[in-house]
Structures are given as C-alpha cells and as structure tokens.
C-alpha cells in the first residue's frame, strides 16, 4: 500500500509471473495456488487488482510484453514498475531494455540495511519511502519449509492457507 500511497496512484496492478527468465531452473509454485493467495492477500483493496496476463501468456514472462499491453491500454497514464532493490543492477540485462526503460519509471522496494543502488542508464526511477518492511518472498518460503510460523508476514487468512496446505513443504 505504500506504493499507492507514495506515488499517488490510481490503481495497482499485481502481476504474477508465469516463469522468470532470470530463473530458468526454478519450477514456479502451481499458478492457481499463487492466485488464490493473492486474491485473499489485497482482498477488500479497491485500488489493487490482480492481472492474469503472464499466466495467461504462460511461458517465460518478459516485462517489456507486460509494459506494451499497459502503455496500449492506458496510452495517456505514467506507468510504474515496482522492482526489488536486488534487481535494479540487472535491468540492463532485460529483454528490449532501452524501451522498457522509456516506458515506464521504475520504483524500487528498498530490503532492510540495503543500500539501493542508483538506476544504470537509461533506467529512471526513485526508491519508496514507506518502506523497507523486513520480509521477502525467499523468507516466507524458507519459514514454511522449516514449519516455522509466518504470522505477522503476511495477511492472516493467507497465512492460514499456506500452513494447512504448505506449497513449500519438501516433504
């Protein structure tokens, strides 16, 4: 919410991906169980709607695709792309990367005591304010692993579906 909040947004658009690029190897958590979860996590959020459009695609999910679709169907809004501290040094890398720095400005979700890098050219973007809240998707996974709790993580009806039918268990 501090995104909305910040930025003076309109409206926020989840995204969930089909399959990283950058994560070739990693086998993504079943599509529907992730759209379960983030249905009933921004529930009652008004300004925040979950968009299917990489799935929908299915294969690799290129942000450079995801940003046309918005630029063609809200031609007149300024777009944001919220990203991870720990991506912005590789942004040069994405597919189509001179464009997809034209079409929108990014906006950095800062992790605790990490210093945010400044954006490579010709990324243009500004860190939020409201943050860093000390919790990653990397440190849910590996608490429900470990069968330890994740209260207080996330919202506590997300955290109900996840310990009763743990996606993260290895066994």
């Known amino acids: 919410m501090a995104a909305l909040e910040e930025l003076k947004l309109d409206r926020l658009f989840i995204v969930p991906a089909a399959h990283s690029p950058f994560k070739p190897e ?7 169980i992730r759209l379960r979860l983030l249905r009933m996590a921004f529930a009652g959020q008004n300004q ?3 968009d299917t459009q990489e799935l929908d695609r299915d294969g690799v999910s290129y942000s450079i695709d995801t940003l046309i679709n918005y630029s063609n169907r809200f031609p007149k809004t300024k777009l944001h792309y919220l990203i991870g501290a720990d991506h912005i040094s590789t942004l040069p890398q994405w597919r189509e990367a001179s464009r997809l720095a034209k079409l929108a400005e990014f906006v950095v979700v800062p992790r605790p005591g990490q210093k945010v890098a400044n954006f490579p050219e010709p990324f243009r973007g500004q860190k939020l304010c409201g943050w860093p809240f000390e919790v990653s998707s990397s440190i849910i996974r590996n608490r429900l692993e470990l069968n ?6 996330v919202p506590s ?3 109900e579906i996840l310990t009763k039918n ?3 268990s290895a066994a």
């Open 166 to 168: 743990n996606p993260y």
């Open 148 to 153: 330890q709790p994740i209260n207080g993580l």
């Open 26 to 32: 990693q086998k993504p958590t079943n599509a529907n």
């Open 157 to 159: 009806n997300v955290a």
């Open 48 to 50: 925040c709607e979950i």
